[in-house]
């Protein structure tokens, strides 16, 4: 099982732009419930695949991914995967102004 979820880009545990330690430096769940903002998914689901293969996709952990978006763009990108419930919550919580990450994890606690 793997998960994606919705986490800052910069936080007092996660900052994209330092290169962390090779394990467990995964970004903050920018969600209010992180077990419930969690999309527990397949290795070889077409969101999961879809961030590890990004462009812009960036790994910042032995298992982790993530691709930095602001909020309208990360909805985007939810919603053509038809993953509703996430983008939901992320336009009821997220602000414009901040930049997040969609991440990627293979097996994580929160």
């Known amino acids: 099982m793997c ?63 993530v691709v930095k978006m602001y909020k309208e763009e990360l909805i985007d990108f939810l919603l053509q995967y038809q993953v509703t419930g996430l983008a939901a919550r992320a336009k009821e919580h997220l602000r414009n102004d901040v930049e997040y990450v969609i991440a990627a994890v293979e097996g994580i606690d929160y």
């Open 3 to 65: 998960d994606v979820y919705i986490g800052y880009a910069y936080s007092k545990n996660f900052d994209y732009d330092v290169k962390g330690p090779s394990s467990g430096y995964t970004p903050d769940n920018a969600l209010p419930n992180p077990e419930e903002d969690v999309l527990h998914v397949m290795l070889l689901s077409d969101i999961y695949q879809a961030i590890w293969k990004h462009p812009k996709s960036k790994k910042v952990d032995w298992g982790c991914s």
